[in-house]
């Protein structure tokens, strides 16, 4: 039942009515490993939402291809096999609003798992469930999606990708939008069920904090290029590198570079989050 | 005192009658002309509410809004609008034009700007936003952090006196919107800009001039971010604020109050 992910030598670009576009994703090569945390970062345009696409059967390879298990997706897989594919791999988009539809909330949570199959009966008792683990109040079920704040829309689409129960969860800047504290709270509730029943993450984010309190690895993607797949502490040990992929560092890493300049006094290692910088002040014994 | 550019009293606002609870109620808060005032406030706590009210696509049903000093009301709104822009919370499905310069030129034509002065402005904006070399392309086969950007350029080339940003920024990589902010603080000081901005992002809104903390409908806090922050130990804290108060958690030397990033880095190296 654990199953990898992989992509080879997968370019994609988008058909603009009868012209295609030019390629967003150019040879790209990976493979995850069942079970993983991995944070997909990288500028405006890299390909970053492509790439969640492709593996959930959204956008087809143009060339390459990608295996979901034992599904494998290149330009010419039929409906049917893409159908497979979305129940294994749930996506949440960039922009939950453009996901939602129907009347209530409760309708729009139940169609995904209706139509892969689920028990009408077991349906309401599914959507109690999910709304309640992105933080909404029960009473939302019988809302309008379309009356809701942004925040509340982002909570409903996610609740509706979790109703499916996928092996394979990939989301789209899920963070965006959400209080701080919806975003601990979905951080974790990830990371727990990652760490608990070995579901597979990929998550787009801009947010470094994210990707240093909760990934395993971190692609960084670039000009449709995946340019490193790696440990998210190895990203984050080489700053020059990563002003050349225009990505920003952890706070508590920028506050510890600043200190540094500013104190003349090195701390004894690469600090990434408030609690690893606080036990490096405590042991040079600045504070 | 400076000139108000928004001045809002008492004002509260309710979706459907047969809802028991007000999305808005009894809310009151200034903002001089030339400030940064953030929006803070748990999802659902009427922000985006608060910004449709105040370039009226809504109407509060009770209380007034004065914007620039004129009491906004059917009649004035149009007027309003002419120099206040608004960035809203989703840029998906919400671009008119079927190219991206035509897309931010549409708001220019309403203000009848004359056709030379309209392609500068559009590439002026676009410019600032980086993405003048997606001009020609259609706007809703961008990415997503490309069409927050074009929906930031829309508001730019209107020069408005007051800019509301709904979350403009959540989709910008970092360095984008960094280099974003900067450009809207210069603007603000050049232009005296008034700037709200509604976010979640604590790092930002420690870096305006002030906050306003909206809780339920109710505004729970208007206040400066150094004591918003010192005071309100339940809310999400920036950086700095986060450390000084882990740092008192375990026991250890911290200052007594809130400190900005630079301030506390400071701390430390004395
Ligand atoms: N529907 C589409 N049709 C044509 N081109 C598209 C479409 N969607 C995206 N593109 C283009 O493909 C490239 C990659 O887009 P993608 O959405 O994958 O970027 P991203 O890394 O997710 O960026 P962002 O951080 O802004 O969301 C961009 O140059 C974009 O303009
Ligand atoms: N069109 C609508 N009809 C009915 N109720 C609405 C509508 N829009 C918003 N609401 C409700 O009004 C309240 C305030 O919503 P608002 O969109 O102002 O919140 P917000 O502070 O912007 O939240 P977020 O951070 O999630 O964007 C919420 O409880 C929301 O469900
Ligand atoms: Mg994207
Ligand atoms: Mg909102």
């Known amino acids: ?287 | 005192m400076k000139d108000l550019m928004i001045d809002v009293e008492n004002v509260t606002f309710r979706y459907d009658r047969r809802e028991q609870t007000d999305a808005l109620s009894s809310v009151s808060f200034k903002a001089e002309k030339g400030k940064w005032l953030s929006v803070i406030g748990n999802n659902g706590a009427g922000k985006s509410t608060l910004a449709a009210l105040l370039i009226g696509l809504i109407q509060p049903s009770q209380g007034t809004i004065r914007i620039n000093g004129v009491a906004l009301d059917e009649e004035s709104k149009w007027t309003i609008r002419r120099s206040a822009g608004i960035v809203f919370q989703n840029p998906d499905n919400q671009f008119i034009g079927a190219t991206v310069q035509d897309d931010v030129a549409f708001g220019l034509e309403n203000l009848n700007v004359p056709a030379d002065q309209m392609r500068l402005r559009v590439t002026e904006a676009l410019e600032t936003v980086g993405m003048l070399n997606y001009r020609t392309a259609d706007p809703t086969q961008l990415s997503g952090g490309q069409k927050q950007r074009v929906a930031i350029a829309g508001v730019l080339a209107l020069r408005p006196d007051l800019l509301i940003l709904d979350e403009a920024f959540v989709m910008l990589d970092p360095r984008s919107r960094r280099e974003l902010l900067a450009t809207l603080k210069r603007l603000k000081t050049e232009r005296d800009l008034t700037i709200l901005s509604i976010t979640h992002d604590m790092n930002e809104a420690a870096a305006s001039d002030r906050i306003l903390v909206l809780k339920q409908g109710h505004v729970a806090r208007s206040d400066t971010p150094a004591h918003i922050f010192s005071e309100e130990t339940e809310l999400a804290a920036p950086f700095s604020e986060r450390l000084r108060r882990l740092l008192l958690k375990k026991g250890r030397r911290a200052p007594e109050s809130y400190r900005t990033e630079s301030e506390m880095v400071q701390w430390l190296c004395d």
């Open chain 1, 1 to 287: 039942m654990a199953m990898r992910l992989r992509l080879d030598h997968v370019t994609a670009d988008y058909q603009i009515g009868p012209v295609r576009s030019p390629r967003v994703l150019r040879e790209v090569s990976m493979s995850l490993q069942p079970g993983t945390f991995t944070a997909v970062v990288g500028p405006t345009g890299a390909g970053k939402s492509s790439l969640l696409k492709v593996l959930n059967g959204l956008l087809l390879p143009q060339s390459g291809q990608a295996e979901i298990g034992d599904i494998t997706i290149d330009g010419k897989s039929s409906k049917r096999l893409l159908k497979a594919v979305r129940k294994r791999v749930g996506l949440v988009f960039q922009f939950p609003e453009s996901q939602l539809f129907a009347e209530t909330v409760e309708q729009d949570i139940s169609f995904g798992p209706l139509n892969f199959g689920a028990h009408p009966r077991n349906v309401h008792a599914l959507a109690e469930k999910v709304i309640a683990q992105v933080g909404l109040d029960e009473s939302i079920l019988y809302r309008s999606p379309f009356s809701l704040s942004g925040g509340q829309k982002r909570r409903v689409a996610i609740a509706g990708v979790l109703a499916l129960e996928p092996e394979v969860l990939a989301l789209d800047e899920p963070t965006a939008g959400l209080d701080p504290t919806g975003k601990e709270e979905l951080l974790s509730l990830l990371k727990q069920w990652n760490k608990q029943n070995g579901l597979t993450i990929l998550m787009v984010t801009h947010d470094m904090e994210s990707v240093a309190r909760y990934a395993d690895d971190v692609v960084v993607m670039e000009k449709g290029r995946a340019v490193f797949h790696d440990s998210m502490r190895k990203l984050f040990e080489d700053t020059e590198r990563l002003e050349k992929w225009q990505l920003d560092v952890p706070d508590a890493r920028r506050f510890q570079l600043e200190f540094e300049v500013r104190s003349g006094t090195r701390l004894p290692r690469v600090c990434l989050t408030e609690d690893e910088l606080a036990d490096a002040l405590i042991e040079v014994g600045r504070v």
